[in-house]
């Protein structure tokens, strides 16, 4: 059922544009500087993100909150990247999925979860997963309402402002294509 767009902090998810990769930065950013969700140190331009929008089998979607006379809102992203480059993995993706600080615990990630996964499987991919911080619950809680599991651990699989960290795998078999 789609938002109703004259409600109130209504919530709509879509496929991401050039017009969306300021938002999408800024989210990444906030989540590089906060050292929670990833490894990475460098904070990213939108021009460095566009090559994502490039790539037809690896869908990046974005969540919208808005509806009002304010219009809407970039809150959250996700988006999925190549695996490995040798063809036998051509069905796999790594993802990625980021909730602006203002947007968290109001239901963003899952939405963006659910779409992203018809997404994928509507794109041909057969697989989806990522590392995510050991002590990052609210991501795992939210891989596992969307059917994720957990793999295994990497320990000490790199170090984020010179400390060791682990991160779980997890991996979600994407069912329609497995056929």
């Not at 063809?87 to 600080?101: D, H, L, P």
Request: proline residues 6%.
């Amino acid at each position: 059922m789609a938002p109703d767009p004259a409600a109130p902090s209504a919530l709509r998810v879509r496929p991401a544009t050039a017009a969306d990769l300021p938002c999408i930065a800024r989210i990444y950013n906030e989540g590089i500087r906060s050292g929670r969700a990833t490894f990475e140190t460098r904070e990213r331009s939108p021009g460095e993100l566009s090559a994502w929008l490039e790539r037809p089998q690896h869908p990046v979607l974005v969540a919208e909150r808005g509806g009002n006379a304010g219009g809407w809102t970039v809150v959250g992203w996700i988006a999925a990247a190549p695996y490995r480059p040798r063809a036998c993995y051509g069905g796999v993706a790594e993802f990625s999925v980021y909730v602006g600080a203002e947007a968290r615990g109001r239901g963003v990630g899952s939405a963006l979860m659910a779409a992203f996964v018809r997404a994928c499987e509507d794109a041909g991919l057969w697989k989806l997963v990522a590392r995510v911080f050991v002590d990052n619950a609210a991501s795992r809680a939210l891989l596992y309402r969307h059917g994720f599991r957990e793999v295994g651990v990497y320990e000490k699989h790199a170090q984020l402002r010179g400390v060791w960290r682990d991160v779980v795998i997890v991996e979600r078999l994407l069912g329609r294509n497995l056929s």
